[in-house]
């Protein structure tokens, strides 16, 4: 029996679809080549690793953004047998230097420009011994470094039968969560696994990707697996285009009137700003079909205005690290396609259904299943072939966080009784803000640590652009009086985090609402803001 592998992954659009292109913005310019060409480049990497003696129980890291290399890698580092490690370079220093020293990294592929600035800043508490420079050649700088396409250059392609035995339980991608209590998390993800979420993923119950399709995913390749856009637009042998680093609005858009993209994913805010740059500077959206939104909700606004003035649909999509990313997505059903504009929204506002190969429970806090009716709300569990069971290195979470082999999402929810899922609440009071996480319980903590602070609660607020930011508010010391300044520089001092963590405004109040067992209530905390700002 064949396994399930990403050999197939790479072998159909490299021999079916030759001709098809796969453009790329990065430092340099635009590259733009085809799949055949990326064939000979993915061999030549597999034969650099392996002469380097990378292979199965290593671990290649990843720290950059969205280009035609770090797209090689996603397949050169699982082809060669090794375990692909997708490092977020949004995070602080402190969760970098933990990520890469518990992973283990033996090599890591790093950017020019910022990511690499940080590596060579972090160096002395890196345990990695080699960097990749995906670029033309090494800027200067302290680190052992070689570029990325000397690294190519002086490897030969390997040929077909050179490729080392892969099995379909071979750890093969790595991500870690957010962190948003606590350290981030390890998870893990095999060759299968990979193998059946892309598959997934391309269904027409997924994300319906296919070789007509010119796909450009602005998702962050260091972030939750790019939402598996990097291996199912591949295998689909569809055309891809990569964003690059630090996309702004009018980059996306030139990428979209050059490439005719016609199929887009990123969190909410990326397309609220498109759409004030089309707005101000004009633009032609005319080859767009679809965008997938993720991370947080999209604005019935915005999709109204997408879908009214540009013809575009924007879909709903759900999913964890823990998932692998796509767990569910909003589309009307066909037995809808009668019903009026506003009942349709209603249902593309939510979550979505569950993907195909997952089940689901919502669960109610004594364990008991509830109604699918639209308004009783319970913890949303998963299970299926792309979902973990366990966090590595981290066999404390494993009670908290799974059920057997049902993953507790932390997600509370609602579903109604056409299956669609919606979220109502996090558990855990997390933050999102531009679908980057951030923990409420790390802010309260550093406030608190402020020798004039006594109490200090956070939570998300509604935001027009990043769709929540973090609010504080804070219960000072008898006679004192520390500014919002000084408060602000406090947490610059005591926070190894980057400043978008940084409350947006920091209130002192007289008191902060607590339940019954004396834990904030964080609930009525926000009914009281959003009555402020209501007024």
């Known amino acids: 029996m064949t396994e399930l592998t990403l050999r197939p992954f790479f072998w159909r659009p490299t021999n079916l679809f030759p001709e098809k292109r796969i453009a790329s913005r990065t430092h340099d310019g635009i590259t733009d080549y085809t799949y055949h060409e990326f064939g000979t480049r993915v061999r030549s990497l597999v034969g ?51 990520i ?56 030969d392609p390997i040929a077909d039968n050179e490729f080392p035995h892969l099995e379909e339980d071979y750890p093969a991608g790595m991500c870690y969560t957010s962190g948003t209590t606590g350290r981030p998390k390890g998870v893990e993800y095999t060759q299968k696994m990979i193998y059946a979420h892309a598959m ?62 016609t199929m887009t994913a990123g969190v909410p805010t990326v397309w609220i700003n498109l759409l004030e740059h089309v707005d101000e500077h004009g633009g032609d959206l005319s080859s767009l079909e679809r965008i997938v939104v993720g991370g947080s909700a999209a604005p019935e606004g915005v999709m109204r205005r997408y879908d009214e003035e540009f013809d575009v649909t924007m879909e709903h999509a759900w999913g ?31 979550q979505g259904l569950l993907s195909p190969g997952l089940e689901m429970r919502v669960v109610d806090d004594d364990g008991n299943e509830v109604d ?27 009670e908290e966080d799974f059920h057997g082999n049902w ?42 640590a402020h020798p004039d602070v006594v109490e200090a609660a956070v939570i998300g607020v509604p935001h027009e652009k990043w769709q929540e930011r973090p609010f504080a508010c804070v219960v000072t010391a008898a006679d004192a009086n520390p500014s919002e300044t000084e408060l602000l520089e406090f947490l610059d001092d005591e926070l190894e985090q980057p400043k978008w963590w940084y409350p947006d405004e920091i209130a002192e109040v007289q008191s902060i609402p607590k339940t019954a067992t004396g834990k904030f209530d964080k609930k009525i905390l926000r009914d009281q803001i959003d009555s402020k700002y209501q007024q």
């Open 100 to 155: 890469i020293e518990d992973a283990d990294d033996d090599v890591l592929f790093v950017d020019p420009g910022e990511p690499l600035e940080t590596i060579e800043r972090l160096w002395d508490d890196l345990p990695v011994e080699t960097v990749v420079v995906m670029a033309d050649s090494v800027p200067e700088t302290d680190v052992d470094a070689i570029a990325y396409e000397e690294l190519l250059q002086k490897a």
């Open 320 to 350: 964890m690290t823990e998932t692998m990313s796509i767990g569910s997505v909003s589309r009307p059903k066909s037995t809808m396609e009668q019903w009026d504009s506003g009942r349709k929204y209603d249902k593309r506002k939510k």
């Open 200 to 261: 997934m993923v391309m269904t027409p119950a997924g994300l319906h990707i296919d070789e007509t399709d010119v796909v450009m995913p602005v998702v962050p390749m260091f972030h939750v697996n790019s939402w598996e856009f990097p291996y199912a637009a591949t295998m689909a042998g569809a055309t891809q285009v990569y964003p690059g680093p630090s996309p702004e609005p009018a980059d996306l858009l030139e990428l979209i009137e050059r490439e005719d993209v």
């Open 407 to 448: 993953l507790k999402t932390g997600d509370i929810v609602c579903v109604d009784d056409d299956g669609y899922i919606e979220i109502i609440d996090r558990t855990k009071d997390v933050i999102k803000s531009g679908g980057e996480w951030i923990s409420s319980i790390e802010l309260e903590n550093a406030l608190i």
């Open 372 to 398: 699918w009716d639209g308004r009783s709300v319970g913890e949303l569990w998963v299970r299926g072939p792309t979902v973990i069971t366990e966090y590595y290195n981290r066999p404390d979470a494993n």
């Open 48 to 98: 650099a690793l392996l002469e380097r003696e990378f292979g199965p129980g290593d671990r290649i890291g990843t720290f950059g953004w969205n280009h035609h290399r770090h797209l090689e890698t996603y397949f050169a580092a699982p082809l060669s047998g090794a375990q692909l490690h997708t490092i977020n370079v949004m995070l602080g220093d402190d969760d970098i230097v933990h």
